[in-house]
Nanobody, 123 residues
Framework: QVQLVESGGGLVQAGGSLRLSCAAS????????MGWFRQAPGKEREFVGA???????YYAGSVKGRFTISRDNAKNTVYLQMNSLKPEDTAVYSC?????????????????WGQGTQVTVSS
């Protein structure tokens, strides 16, 4: 079992930055593909980005160039650096873990999920 806990959410003005953390426990996440998803009120959960075991990253088109995912295996933690934030980035952000380097954008392929952290971007 892997337990995931997100932190770092909050309220920020448009154009600002936030860094989310996803701390894992219970098992080393070294060989897991780690994903970030978000869900805004009234909308379906959507893929934000993912990072595989070799730190190859994948991003949704809406965040590419603004968001960066990284991982620190020594700390068993994954990060989501969000720059140039827009009001439409407002959502609950959740991290997730899965084995296998495929279907990284599909939420139902992930085995473990955190509880999420709220990000609110004001205009």
């Amino acid at each position: 079992q892997v337990q995931l806990v997100e932190s770092g959410g909050g309220l920020v003005q448009a154009g600002g930055s936030l860094r989310l953390s996803c701390a894992a426990s219970g098992r080393a996440i070294t060989m897991y593909l780690m994903g970030w998803f978000r869900q805004a009120p009234g909308k379906e959960r959507e893929f934000v980005g993912a990072i595989n075991w070799s730190s190859m990253t994948y991003y949704a088109g809406s965040v590419k160039g603004r968001f960066t995912i990284s991982r620190d295996n020594a700390k068993n933690t994954v990060y989501l650096q969000m720059n140039s934030l827009k009001p439409e980035d407002t959502a609950v952000y959740s991290c997730a873990a899965k084995s296998g380097n495929y279907a990284y954008s599909m939420a139902n392929e992930y085995d473990y999920w955190g509880q999420g952290t709220q990000v609110t971007v004001s205009s």
